[in-house]
């Protein structure tokens, strides 16, 4: 059992307080998650040809000064925005060099996500920890995803909490267990597919960007998953522009939809919406099974 959270703002004067907003939506899922806690949030895109990576190192004191040094030393300009154990970079450099020389030079310094537009932050303790340690409530920006975890089938490490990505500007959360996600791994791993972590939500989450970067719609790609999930889930992702929101065909898990002219909220139950401006004249209503919901920043 997890919970999941989702904002997106429309009106642009509500930016500014997207943290503030989504943090008691994510705290309201601590029954449902108590173990580890994760937030992804959608910012004002870098320029052209820059990148945003979201890095973490799991040993206390790392010197993170040191590593920017050596990192401008070595591959070029950037800026270094550290919080705690993570840490966000912005730079031009080429992905494949930056993964290289982490691997070489910092091994224990972990990529979670890379993009334009994406930062994300995940790590073990209450929701309302994780919130604090990291900030959650300063944050700004067009959409956020938001996760609490509760562990069943993996154990309790940052590498097993969500939100998951591949790919850029692209990330997933999961209610919900697979019940094959090993022979998942073993077919994506075949046609090249990197896995950092033993949990079911990691291969839902590689298979549907497998099938994007293959050419399939995001709808045509959750088809495809369909046939080829064994469980259930509902799978909440965010895009660069775009939150989307589908259940398996059975509805086996629960999810609640609050949209206004100003915000579309979701979460696993609506305990973690009621709190929000103008709920009471929000459309509120139960995502249907296999359906695809999609919204876009306007």
């Known amino acids: 059992m997890c919970g999941i959270v989702g904002l997106l703002v429309k009106n642009p004067s509500l930016r500014p307080r997207l943290g503030e907003l989504m943090v008691p939506m994510l705290i309201g899922m601590t029954d449902r998650g108590p173990d580890s806690s994760g937030m992804a949030v959608f910012t004002d895109s870098v320029k052209e040809g820059a990148r945003k990576l979201s890095v973490y190192c799991a040993r206390a004191g790392f010197d993170w000064q040191q590593l920017a040094r050596a990192f401008m030393q070595s591959l070029g300009e950037a800026t270094f925005e550290n919080k705690v154990n993570h840490c966000i970079i912005k730079t031009s450099v080429e992905l494949l060099v930056i993964r290289e020389w982490l691997t070489a030079k910092y091994p224990e310094v972990h990529l979670l996500s890379v993009g334009r537009s994406i930062d994300l932050y995940k790590d073990i303790g209450l929701p309302a920890e994780v919130a604090d340690r990291y900030g959650f409530r300063q944050f700004s920006g067009t959409h956020l995803v938001g996760h609490t975890r509760m562990a069943t089938e993996s154990a309790v490490t940052l590498e097993n909490a ?12 999961h209610n919900g267990s697979l019940a094959n996600p ?14 950092e972590s033993d949990c079911d939500t990691e291969a839902a989450c590689r298979y549907l960007h497998w099938r994007l970067t293959a050419g399939d719609s995001l709808e045509t790609a959750l088809q495809h998953a369909f046939d080829d999930f064994d469980g259930f889930f509902t799978f ?4 660069r522009d775009k939150l989307a929101l589908v259940r398996d065909p059975f509805a086996c898990k629960p999810a609640v939809v609050a949209e206004t002219d100003e915000y579309v909220a979701i979460a696993s139950e609506f305990h973690s919406l009621a709190h929000l401006p103008g ?19 306007q």
Do not use: N, Q
């Not at 909440?236 to 895009?239: A, F, K, R």
């Not at 099974?289 to 999609?294: F, G």
């Open 162 to 173: 969500h939100p998951y990505t591949a790919g850029e500007d692209w990330c997933l959360v």
């Open 182 to 195: 090993g022979s998942l791994r073993r077919k994506l791993e075949k046609l090249g597919e990197r896995f």
């Open 236 to 239: 909440l992702m965010g895009t």
């Open 279 to 297: 709920i009471k004249h929000a459309a509120v209503f139960e995502p249907k099974p296999a359906e695809v919901y999609a919204w876009s920043v």
